[in-house]
């Protein structure tokens, strides 16, 4: 009988290791996962009370007065390379979402929180992490979608960042961050496959005057062959005369990447984990930020002619978004307050410091072509009809003001 116990025990033993052994989902490959931390009961009231802001009402639709853009090539000029972004990512899913009716809603929407900058997110794909093959797919925004919005976003005065990116179609193990070769002759392949891709949409950023261009997002695992992503710059500055940058990921790419001195601001897409707690504090979020504060300060440290945006950043109305706000295929309780009071405690941190006058704004995620999208009952990222979207009026109404 002490024989079967014993043997019982190691079998539970083994299973408990081979659970602990799962893989991380694919969004948080790139990262350290965080550990499923249980209720926490919120700490006692130590931090400052929170400063009284009188945020305006979300549902109001003024904005600041802004001319609209005239159709030109776009430019570095100084202007371009010191503007202050106050941003919202727009995001489509499938063919024909922005240049709907719909669209233009959401968009009225999205101009009226005071933005000046929308960035505009359209993919292509390719099979898994190790294709060499890059193609747009049925789900793709066509060039009169992004040429609607493009037109759209300058006959409101608001510029545009166009922002390529690619996913996987066959592999959901995995995650763009992945993407690699395992021999030479297949690099070579991918990039100049990757470059048709990407040379695609710097021309026509150039032919519908977006101000800014991403040359790339979050290819983490490509990001170490700088001359590679270098020989790739220069040909997309033989096509595009605006603004460059590369929208990096939080977990460690914007910190290997050496070709950052070849682009014109250094871009993050930031979601940092910040606290374990599932009822932080203020206080315990602004300490959050702090490691995340000095790693950026070091990498502008080591390219000083380079500013930086947040290229990506934003937080779903869930309970514990301040532990998983990268996770967006997370399940959780909807939290308006958490998501609230992580946007004031980043606007707090990072707009218009003097301590950090190398910092040049953010592109906040994300906004989509549904003007029914959000509410007090929706968990997603968006901050349309919830307490964060007063917040982000706030301060960019009060910017554009200034």
Known sequence: MRIFFFLCGLALLGLACGCANVAAPREQAAVPPAPLYPPTAPPPPTAPPAPQINYPDANASSAPTR?????????????????????????????????????????????????????????????????????????????????FVIAYAHARGVKVLLKPQLDLSADDQHWRGQIQCEREADWEKWFASYRRFILYYARLAQTNGAQEFAVGTELYATTTRAQDWRALIRAVRQEYTGVLTYAANHSGEELQIEFWDDLDYIGVNVFYHLTNYRAPTRQQIIDGWQAPLKQLTRLHEKFPRQPIVFTEVGYPSMDMANAWPWNWERQGAVDLQE?????????????????????????????????QQGGPDDADYTPRGKPADKILKYYYQRAAQE
Do not use: C, K
């Open 67 to 147: 001319a609209p853009i005239r159709p030109q090539p776009p430019t570095r000029g100084a202007d371009a390379l010191n503007a202050y972004r106050r941003g919202i990512a727009y995001v489509a899913t499938r063919r024909g979402e922005y240049a709907s009716e719909a669209s233009r809603r959401a968009l009225d929407q999205l101009f009226a929180t005071g933005a000046n900058y929308i960035s505009i997110l359209v993919t292509w794909y390719q099979d898994d992490i190790h294709s060499t093959t890059i193609a747009p797919t049925y789900d793709t925004p066509t060039d009169a979608d992004l040429e």
């Open 339 to 371: 998501q609230a009071l992580l946007y004031e405690v980043l606007f707090q941190i990072w707009w218009h410091t003097r301590e950090r006058p190398w910092f040049r704004g953010m592109f906040i995620w994300n906004w989509l072509p549904d003007p």
